[in-house]
């Protein structure tokens, strides 16, 4: 099956810094890719939609300027959280849309501690 | 609004059957997901149904029902590894996953 690859999988950074996480589509194009966040026993909340050479597409009640997404290539897609702060503190995964109509691709995630 | 039910949480011995109930009100709908998902990992795609009726995979089954919003999912030979949060998804009018709350399965031996 696709795998997408996600970097890094885990990082601490202090409060006010900035940290970036790599989604990869290893094996496929993705030209969709979604990006969520999940705190401990929760489900996963869709934060923003990125399609390939465009912006992307935030949920209501997400910072566009906080949680920067970039998809620059087919296989590519950033999350930079800016300005960090302890309450960002959270699992983070992509996902990944390919030529399927039914299947989404999920990276393993990055757990991001902000200190 | 868009809303997903599902148990909170469910127990069941080793080698039994346990199913997993998500009943659904969204705008529009284009498939119903289950993904299962272990502590700490993200989760993995478990099965599709976009018509009614069950689809079978190995130990694993899932069912429809669009005029009732339902849906389940069978686990038969529970294994200790079955152990993890059962996601229920529907895909919207507008193609977005809305996402339950997630179903923990307790297994015992």
């Known amino acids: ?115 | 609004g868009q809303n997903i039910d599902q148990p909170t949480e469910m127990t069941a011995t080793e080698g039994a059957i346990v199913q997993i109930n998500c009943t659904y009100q969204t705008s529009g709908f284009n498939g119903l997901f289950w993904y299962q998902q272990h502590a700490g990992e993200a989760p993995t795609f478990l099965s599709y149904n976009v018509l009614d009726g069950l689809e079978e995979k190995g130990r694993f089954s899932s069912f429809l029902s669009r005029s009732k919003g339902y849906s389940y999912l069978l686990l038969k030979e529970l294994q200790m590894k079955d152990s993890a949060s059962y996601l229920c998804a529907v895909r919207d009018s507008n193609y977005q996953l809305i996402w339950g709350a997630g179903t923990k399965l307790i297994i015992k031996p």
């Not at chain 1, 993705?30 to 990006?35: L, S």
């Not at chain 1, 300005?83 to 999920?106: M, N, R, V």
Request: hydrophobic residues 30%; glycine residues 6%.
């Open chain 1, 1 to 115: 099956g696709a795998v997408v690859s996600q970097h890094p999988s885990w990082v601490i950074c202090k409060s006010g810094t900035s940290v970036k996480i790599e989604c990869r589509s290893l094996d496929f194009q993705a030209t969709t890719m979604f990006w969520y966040r999940q705190f401990p026993k929760q489900s996963l909340m869709l934060m923003a939609t990125s399609n390939e050479g465009s912006k992307a597409t935030y949920e209501q009640g997400v910072e566009k300027d906080k949680f920067l997404i970039n998809h620059a290539s087919l296989t590519l897609s950033t999350l930079t959280v800016t300005s960090a702060h302890p309450e960002d503190s959270s699992f983070y995964i992509c996902s990944a849309k390919g030529t399927s109509d039914y299947e989404q691709y999920f990276g393993p995630g990055t757990r991001l501690t902000v200190t």
